[in-house]
């Protein structure tokens, strides 16, 4: 299983980004799907996730700024960021809690996406 992320680049503060992250491979299901975002110097940080059901939770930095959304037929999660900010420049890391089928039956694990950076200049 494989969780590939896009649509990262340079943008000025106030404009828009679009990532997409897509999950490969022989998946069984997928619960929550999620953002995580690391600045330079900081900690790796919550910052969108959204259930199978649809259900979403925002960091208070992002609130009114940023949706994410996900398409379960395509194993896709997106986040919709608008009037970025400096601050919001960071590596953004696609996560998933996906299961599998093995020979032991199914397993759920915990998989991340290689990142894709975002830069905001000011």
């Known amino acids: 299983v494989q969780l590939q992320a896009s649509g990262g680049g340079l943008v000025q503060a106030g404009g828009s980004l679009r990532l997409s992250c897509a999950a490969s491979g022989s998946i069984f299901s997928i619960k929550h799907m999620g953002w995580y975002r690391q600045a330079p110097g900081k900690q790796r940080e919550l910052v969108a996730t959204?259930?199978?059901?649809?259900?979403?939770n925002y960091a208070d930095s992002v609130k009114g700024r940023f949706t994410i959304s996900r398409d379960n037929a395509k194993n896709t999660v997106y986040l919709q960021m608008n009037s970025l900010k400096p601050e919001d420049t960071a590596v953004y890391y696609c996560n998933a809690d996906i299961t599998i089928a093995t020979m032991e039956g199914r397993r759920e694990y915990d998989y991340w996406g290689q990142g894709t950076l975002v830069t905001v200049s000011s």
């Open positions: 959204i259930t199978s059901g649809g259900s979403t």
